[in-house]
């Protein structure tokens, strides 16, 4: 099994994207059944699948236990990982927006 990270501009290309490989949905979420030959698991980044990536602004604040922490900030763009199993390739339509190189440190990974 890889694991692939996708970057789409927003919920509504993602949706085209799947839709042009013959995937239709009418919302990115968590998917494990019914994919494309060789994806395992499709699932956009977040706890609520909202496809929101954040990463820190070079800015801290203090909380109120007196303690710094980094400023975040939604990334651009809605992010979705697929796994895929052992030798096979992405279609030509997604990986076209694979992100590469691929994150050191992703937001998010399958257990």
Same mark, same amino acid.
């Given at each position: ?20 490989? %013959?995937?239709?949905? $009418?919302?990115?979420? @968590?998917?494990? *059944? &019914? ?10 980044? %977040?706890?609520?699948? $909202?496809?929101?990536? @954040?990463?820190? *602004? &070079? ?18 763009? @809605? ?33």
């Amino acid at each position: 099994m890889h694991d692939t990270f996708l970057k789409f501009s927003d919920h509504a290309e993602a949706l085209a994207t799947f839709e042009a490989i %013959g995937h239709a949905v $009418d919302a990115l979420t @968590y998917l494990d *059944t &019914g994919l494309p030959a060789g994806m395992l698991i499709v699932k956009p980044v %977040g706890a609520s699948c $909202d496809g929101i990536v @954040y990463a820190p *602004t &070079g800015q801290t604040q203090t909380g109120e236990n007196g303690l710094e922490y980094p400023v975040m900030a939604p990334v651009r763009g @809605y992010h979705v990982n697929i796994r895929m199993a052992d030798s096979r390739v992405l279609p030509d339509a997604l990986a076209a927006f694979e992100v590469a190189p691929e994150p050191e440190t992703p937001a998010e990974r399958f257990a």
